[in-house]
């Protein structure tokens, strides 16, 4: 191989630097500019001993490289592993290693290594150390501590957070960003560099411009590329794999087991844990689409699925696609036996083979560039993942071809109340590439974007989509007590797309379902043949679940459009209003119910009005119930309370407290006569803890 331009700056840069990064797109010949950086080192030392550490996946075509272009010829070559690690003398001027071996620490042999001396230390894939507290990173650590040469390789050097690259921070210039074997330590340097990165982004890109050389392969290699380009196939959820994901959803379930359960159920119901589902009928239209797409795909090429799930997802696969001589590889396969590299060259130059099936075992390194097509049955966690997918494939290589398709087959939440967990891993991709293309180019980022890439941004929007919908509801309401009118307004002004998908769930929260439960049979019996009025009555639950024709009035108007939509409330009036200023005549109505809501009044006046408002569009003898949440009353409140409904004009006919699993307080209330005309201040314990 004669130099490219880019590829003589990256060896002479390398060389004169001895500690550098070389990250290159996918496909620019990185390993074999690492070797010929060795071969320059060889020239000063003909006595230059080197170590290779590279995933278990690419460790055949280090071999092959360094046959290929190390000077001179013949150069030993040692392949370390756990079968010949004990005959491994140091004597060759060649060793690879894998960086799992490196992951057990080997009962004193790390040590062995380091007293081994060597002077080249190449770190293919370096991204792969990112942890400074894992056994791996702290062996890396140790046998990179003494070389002159330190060679670094990655195309997406930056994988996830932005507290990740500091390892590779300490493997470029060790003095300046320490690290010790002491986790406490590491810790506190990580978290002293984070300090330092908020208060100048620029730090981290100040160090790679010294230490790093990075081309974009379409600007160097483009004539040799395929163009490429990304589509999302959105299929939105219903029947049993709504019902399906929906029964785990609301499950209350550690998060960590909630995401994988719900990663299953969106690529096959079956795999999931059959006990959290109530309808346990296999469903899986990632697998329709999927067929669509190989039967389409294969006409012209052939097809790359990659799937982070393993079990019971690549042989079932297998097997759908037998007519189409797919082949799979996940962690399984042998790599040491040549297994993996036997399958991998089937699908690059068996004509029949048009269908890999593929776990991460092969996101790294390795040549796929058969493939015209990419899917993504589900989305890696992380930016340099979904990358290095895309690049097995996009890429000079065995083969050539004029274009890649990415498909990204993502499971949609009906309605826009949610996304679903496929939709909320997508965006976090997308935020956190943008800030990765920031760290290693000239990109401009907003502190948004900054907050994406830290994971202060997107790792809650992961956990919404996650979250039950009664956790949602609740933790959104949650803030409301005492709010009052403007305060509730301004909340839904500055962000309704919130209050929309509040909106959009409230009909299936549990506390509103619990609180139906308790007020619809008694308005039922108090007022059978009066229409109702319900205030604050969100979408509508009163008339919902009661049947009865029903006045209902709420603030927010996507509430209301839910009612008449969602919900179907035909027989019933909506209209948007505060309740503390009614939009009914005098003597209205024979049933007002006000249902979680007192409580969110203002304490000092407006509650009052909120009671003399419902007296005032009651009939003479009619009747309202309130129901309050337990938890912001103690019993002083309660009696307090009492005295308020009876100078409002009320008498409480019935009252319970702690009603239901939800603990709700229960007011039954007869009209008596005319309310006060003052207002007093109305305030309750839960108002004391926010010092209202």
């Known amino acids: 191989m004669k130099l490219q331009p880019f590829q003589y700056v990256s060896v002479k840069s390398a060389y004169e630097k001895k500690r550098f990064l070389i990250a290159h797109d996918m496909g620019m010949y990185k390993s074999a500019q690492a070797v010929f950086v060795d071969n320059v080192i060889r020239r000063d030392d003909t006595d230059t001993k080197a170590l290779v550490v590279c995933p278990n996946s690419v460790k055949s075509k280090w071999k092959d490289e360094i046959e290929t272009w190390a000077y001179p010829r013949g150069q030993e070559v040692f392949d370390l592993t756990v079968d010949s690690y004990q005959k491994w003398d140091g004597t060759s001027e060649w060793t690879i290693v894998h960086y799992d071996f490196l992951s057990h620490g080997k009962d004193g042999f790390i040590r062995k290594m380091k007293r081994n001396g060597f002077d080249h230390i190449i770190l293919d894939e370096v991204h792969n150390t990112k942890n400074p507290s894992a056994i791996r990173s702290q062996s890396i650590r140790s046998l990179a501590e003494d070389p002159e040469y330190v060679t670094l390789l990655s195309g997406t050097p930056v994988p996830n957070t932005i507290s990740d690259v500091y390892m590779l921070m300490h493997l470029l210039e060790p003095q300046e960003y320490p690290l010790s074997d002491s986790p406490d330590i590491n810790r506190e340097a990580r978290q002293k560099f984070e300090a330092i990165y908020w208060n100048d982004p620029q730090v981290f890109k100040h160090l790679i411009q010294r230490k790093m050389i990075r081309g974009n392969a379409q600007d160097y290699i483009g004539h040799a590329l395929p163009q490429w380009k990304e589509r999302n196939v959105m299929l939105e959820m219903d029947g049993r794999w709504l019902e399906a994901y929906n029964d785990v959803l609301e499950k209350r379930l550690h998060p960590g087991k909630k995401i994988k359960q719900l990663e299953k159920i969106l690529l096959d119901t079956s795999l999931a844990d059959q006990s959290l589902i109530t309808n346990g009928l296999a469903v899986s239209p990632k697998y329709e689409k999927l067929d669509e797409i190989v039967e389409s795909e294969t006409k012209r090429g052939k097809v790359l699925v990659f799937t982070h799930l393993k079990e019971g997802i690549v042989g079932k696969l297998e097997r759908r696609y037998a007519n189409y001589g797919a082949v799979s590889i996940s962690g399984d396969v042998d790599v040491a036996n040549g297994e993996r590299e036997s399958i991998r060259r089937k699908f690059q130059t068996d004509p029949r083979a048009k269908v890999l099936i593929s776990t991460g075992v092969m996101n790294e390194g390795v040549d796929l560039t058969a493939a015209t097509a990419v899917v993504n049955l589900s989305l890696p966690w992380t930016p340099a993942e979904y990358n290095q997918r895309i690049k097995r494939t996009v890429r000079p290589g065995e083969m050539r071809k004029e274009r890649v398709t990415v498909y990204n087959i993502l499971a949609q939440y009906p309605g826009d109340a949610r ?4 939709q909320a891993q997508y965006d976090m991709l997308k935020a956190k590439e943008r800030v ?10 907003t502190r948004e974007d900054l907050l994406n890439m830290d994971g202060r941004s997107t790792v809650p929007k992961i956990k919404n989509s996650i979250k039950t919908t009664n956790r949602i509801v609740l933790d959104y309401y949650m803030k409301w007590p005492s709010i009052g009118t403007d305060g509730a307004l301004r909340r839904i002004k500055k962000n309704p797309e919130v209050a929309k998908q509040i909106a959009e769930m409230y009909p299936n929260y549990s506390g509103a379902k619990k609180a139906a439960s308790i007020y619809v049979p008694v308005a039922e019996k108090l007022a059978p043949s009066e229409p109702w009025l319900d205030l604050a009555g969100g979408a509508g639950m009163l008339a919902y679940h009661g049947g009865h024709p029903t006045y209902i009035l709420d603030i927010n108007r996507a509430n209301l459009k839910v009612g008449r939509g969602k919900l179907g409330l035909t027989y019933s009036t909506h209209a948007e209003g505060t309740f503390s200023s009614l939009p009914y005549r005098d003597g209205s109505f024979g049933f007002v119910n006000l249902s979680l809501a007192l409580h969110i009044a203002e304490p000092k006046k407006e509650r ?33 309370l009492m005295d308020n409904f009876r100078l409002y004009g009320f008498e409480c006919e019935d009252n319970h407290a702690n009603v239901s699993s939800s603990r709700m307080d229960l007011y039954v209330l007869r009209k008596s006569g005319k309310a006060a005309p003052g207002v007093i201040k109305m305030s309750f314990a839960g108002d004391r803890k926010r010092g209202k």
């Open 436 to 445: 990765v293309d920031y760290l290693m180019s000239g990109y401009k980022l």
């Open 608 to 640: 009052s009005i909120v009671l003399q408002e419902v007296n005032r569009v009651l009939k003479s003898d009619g009747s309202a119930i309130v129901v309050v949440p337990s938890q912001h009353f103690d019993d002083a409140d309660r009696n307090d």
């Open 419 to 422: 996304k679903s967990l496929d």
